[in-house]
């Protein structure tokens, strides 16, 4: 009973932010659906927005019941407390379901909107979110969904469309372009997704996954090694002894034509962590076919580069397919050819000074 009477508690004080509702009929501002008008609303949202960022969806939810109930268009707060109470489940789940199976209809379409993001299956979400846009083509937050909804689906094309009629209707929608980032990397078009992760990250300069993701664009797909660098000093502050982010600065050496630089970033791998398998097996490779020019590279190098591969060998647990073929194939014959150049070598066991680079090597 107690979830009831919040609910309709919640429910009576709608009327606070609706004063400036706009009509079905009117041109609308973008910007009315993100900003926080009700003072007790600003102030309940700008708490809940510090607590997720704590990641205490527990303490955020009473700010968001708050803040959406003082500013019902504010849509960023009603998502936020969607995502909060699901994650949480139980009670929290079911008090928020029950809200919003009574929120009111009203000319804003922000009440069906946020119905149609808890429908039950994909075609009844795309049913409603279609339903919005034939009564108001301008709502962005409708097209990001369907966006959304369609790359789910692999209908790139259409969602890259989505997202760009997002982004026409509110050009500072800036998930939309994160969205349509992730789409056209997908679809090939890396410079194109490159410019919007810029601009999405001029908004939302902290966001690990993203400068993740543009990172591996930069180095793997486009090849832009001075701006992958600027991206991972970023990574490297916020997270300076990340595995993944070192890997990615030794990728980056290696295909900017540094593979010096890329064998002592991939060393400080492993000296952080000595079974990371894909840092032997790289440090193994740039010795054994990238830094040597000469027969004479190769006597000097290719002891390295079997110290390297033998490690490589030895680590254990999970490997993907090109890790397995290179375990059981590739590792294997390249240890031949440097065993028919150097003779073979009778150590058991090898360690991380074997791989290091000598003052003159």
Not at 68 to 90: E, F, I, K, T, Y
Not at 145 to 154: D, I, P, V
Not at 162 to 178: K, M, V, Y
Not at 204 to 215: F, G, H, I, K
Request: charge should be neutral; include cysteine.
């Amino acid at each position: 009973m107690r979830g009831l009477a919040t609910v309709f508690a919640v429910l009576g004080t709608l009327a606070a932010c609706q004063s400036g509702a706009p009509r079905a009929t009117e041109a609308v501002d973008p910007a009315f659906y993100t900003r926080a008008t009700d003072p007790q609303g600003r102030e309940a949202w700008e708490r809940a927005q510090q607590a997720l960022q704590r990641l205490d969806r527990t303490a955020a939810l009473p700010d968001l019941r708050t803040a959406v109930a003082r500013c019902p268009d504010l849509v960023r707060a009603h998502l936020a407390w969607q995502d909060a109470a699901r994650q949480l489940g139980g009670a929290a789940e079911k008090e928020m379901r029950d809200y919003y199976a009574a929120l009111p209809e009203r000319s804003s379409p922000v009440p069906a909107y946020v119905k149609a993001r808890l429908a039950e299956t994909s075609y009844a979400q795309g049913t409603e979110l279609q339903k919005i846009l034939a009564g108001d083509s301008s709502f962005a937050w409708a097209h990001l969904s369907l966006g959304r909804l369609r790359r789910s689906q692999g209908h790139l094309q259409s969602a890259a469309e989505s997202f760009q009629s997002a982004i026409t209707h509110d050009g500072d929608l800036f998930e939309a372009r994160l969205e349509r980032a992730y789409v056209l990397a997908e679809l090939g078009r890396g410079e194109e997704a490159a410019l919007d992760y810029d601009a999405y990250l001029a908004r939302v300069p902290d966001d690990d996954a993203v400068l993740r993701a543009y990172t591996a664009l930069l180095i793997y797909r486009l090849g832009r090694i001075d701006k992958a660098m600027q991206v991972l000093e970023r990574l490297e502050v916020r997270h300076p002894d990340d595995v993944a982010v070192r890997m990615d600065r030794a990728a980056a050496q290696w295909r900017g034509g540094d593979p010096r630089a890329a064998v002592q970033s991939y060393l400080r791998v492993l000296e952080g962590k000595p079974d990371e398998a894909r840092a032997a097996l790289n440090i193994g490779l740039l010795y054994y076919e990238v830094l040597p020019k000469t027969a004479a590279d190769r006597r000097l190098f290719w002891p390295k580069a079997r110290a390297a591969f033998e490690l490589f060998l030895r680590t254990t647990g999970s490997h993907d397919g090109d890790e397995a073929f290179e375990r059981t194939i590739a590792v294997p014959y390249r240890l031949e050819g440097i065993a028919g150049l150097l003779g073979k070598d009778e150590r058991t066991s090898f360690t991380i000074e074997d791989l290091r680079l000598s003052a003159g090597g």
